[in-house]
């Protein structure tokens, strides 16, 4: 039943690098656009970066030039490549599609970046 399923996150230190991984459903990953959030303990949800079907994408300010999303759409599939990471990336990533019909929500996988 779970169509959209996060990997990849894990431990690191500041500066180290991780890359999450989305494998989602054909069915809503054709035509989607593509995001990831994040969520700490006591915060508000927040996107951090998205993709269109088409491929434009967007990042929060926050990771900028440290952040890379895309997807293959060959695979279904949708990743977030983490470079310098800093302890404030700390937090629950989810994956979320989002087409003309509803949205969908991950799971969530956890980053812990430590100083």
């Known amino acids: 039943q779970v169509q959209l399923v996060e990997s990849g996150g894990g431990l690191v230190q500041a500066g180290e690098s991780l890359r999450l991984s989305c494998a989602a459903s054909?069915?809503?990953?054709?035509?989607?656009?593509m995001g990831w959030y994040r969520q700490a303990p006591g915060k508000q949800r927040e996107l951090v970066a998205r993709?269109?079907?088409?491929?434009?994408?967007n990042y929060v300010d926050s990771v900028k030039g440290r952040f890379t999303i895309a997807r293959d759409n060959a695979k279904n599939t949708v990743y977030l490549q983490m470079n310098s990471l800093k302890p404030e990336d700390t937090a629950v990533y989810y994956c979320?599609?989002?087409?003309?019909?509803?949205?969908?929500w991950g799971q969530g996988t956890q980053v812990t970046v430590s100083s």
């Open positions: 979320n599609a989002a087409n003309l019909a509803r949205v969908y």
């Open positions: 054909g069915s809503i990953f054709i035509g989607a656009t």
């Open positions: 993709i269109t079907a088409g491929g434009s994408t």
